[in-house]
């Protein structure tokens, strides 16, 4: 017999796990908007009318909302209702505040807790090829992977409640500030006359935007290495250069202009000569944390 599985929200996330996980699972669920069923006709779904209803007979609850607020609303409702399910596996993006506020009250009503947050798009969820960063106890992670292995293409289990939606929201911050950064270059490129296409390829090559995930922060910052290389001054001199650059086009920058005060800030206090991975020594500075 199927583990049931209730899930509650299904928006185009939570629909997309619904096609992924309704072969492994009994399934039953709810959306406060009452067209997504129509949306999921072609799914095997018990619909429910509320909450409570969705989770009565339930194993396992899996959560795909909106805000952080909704799913800490929804968790209350579950933490009080007349429900057999002994798991919540929330799949939202949340803050790990939110996270282990929302663990607190399921572990109070005895219902484990993990925030498997998911690192991918849609196509990749109903494909079952997700990638989950999940935060939870060793007993409540064993427990989760039974239902997450059918539906994962990688399953990275990151420490306590908290630590996956956290690595999700800093993924994210990452994403969309670079966005913000290519953007950027793409309005310089425009204004000279380079083509979008060429200079996408500029940046794609391996010592493009690969380069300092790879290098600079994976070699140099987890080793505390910062001899030789691209030195401070000569980056902080490029990019008073992008700066200036920016300017005579008329171009406006922001996160181009916000990165640049870590230079000036690195090459006063001497760091002039050091690759410029050293400018992670401003935040072990300011954190009081070591990256090596």
């Known amino acids: 017999m199927k583990t049931k599985m209730a899930m509650i929200g299904l928006g185009n996330a939570g629909a997309a796990l619904a096609y992924a996980l309704s072969e492994q699972f009994q399934l039953s669920g709810y959306d406060v908007d009452p067209d997504r069923k129509s949306a999921l006709e072609d799914v095997q779904i018990a619909w429910a009318d509320s909450v409570e209803s969705t989770v009565a007979d339930a194993d396992i609850v899996l959560l795909s909302l909106p805000r952080p607020e909704i799913s800490l609303g929804v968790v209350r409702v579950i933490s009080s209702a007349q429900s057999t399910a002994r798991l919540v596996i929330e799949t939202s993006t949340i803050t790990p505040k939110v996270a282990r506020q929302m663990a607190q ?45 059918p539906i994962a293409k990688r399953i990275h289990h990151l420490g306590p409640v908290g630590a996956g939606s956290g690595a999700k929201v800093v993924n994210n911050a990452v994403m969309h500030a670079l966005m913000v950064v290519l953007i950027e270059a793409g309005a310089m490129a425009g204004k000279l ?54 300017q005579d086009l008329g171009v406006p920058l922001f996160a181009t202009l916000a990165a640049h005060t870590p230079y000036e800030i690195a090459e006063q206090l001497g760091y002039g000569d050091l690759d410029y991975a050293s400018l992670a020594k401003l935040w072990e500075s300011w954190c009081d944390l070591r990256f090596a």
Do not use: W
Not at 138 to 143: G, K, L, Y
């Open 105 to 149: 009250i399921c572990e109070a009503a005895n219902i484990g807790f993990v925030d498997a947050a998911i690192a991918g798009g849609v196509q990749a969820m109903a494909a079952g090829q997700n990638t989950f960063l999940v935060g939870g106890s060793e007993e409540n992670f064993a427990a989760a992977r039974k239902v997450l292995d």
């Open 193 to 246: 006359d380079i083509p979008m296409e060429t200079m996408i390829d500029i940046l794609a090559r391996p010592d493009g935007i690969m380069r300092p995930l790879e290098h600079r922060m994976k070699e140099r910052m987890l080793n505390a290495d910062y001899a030789g290389g691209m030195s401070v001054t000569n980056a902080r001199k490029d990019s008073m250069l992008a700066l200036e650059t920016a």
